[in-house]
């Protein structure tokens, strides 16, 4: 018997839903990539040749980089978080979505 206290179904949903999810096939450890433009190249291919998504190519990739962001929270590296953060914009340039300031 484990020492270890159950944990609700409910508490580690993020978890199951980065390993489980079928929205999106994506490459192994993408987000630790060192290259922006990689990243987001990466993540536009596995949203554009998806077919269990059910938003279109951009929010879906989109949506997942930012899941992934809040999801690490505070345990995310600086650096690592600036690099995604970069994901985001070339994502943005890659679908020719500008940001509006």
Known sequence: MSNKPESSPNKNWSGRVTRESHALA?????FTWT?????????KQSADNSTNRKSPPFRSAMS????????AGKNLD????????????????????????
Do not use: C, W
């Not at 997942?64 to 999801?71: C, H, K, T, V």
């Not at 650096?79 to 890659?94: N, V, Y």
């Open 78 to 101: 600086k650096k690592q978080l600036r690099i995604l953060e970069q994901a985001k914009e070339e994502l943005r340039t890659l679908y020719g979505k500008n940001r509006h300031k």
């Open 35 to 43: 290259d922006p433009r990689k990243i987001a190249l990466s993540l």
């Open 64 to 71: 997942m980089l930012i899941f992934y962001i809040n999801r």
């Open 26 to 30: 994506l490459e192994k450890g993408v």
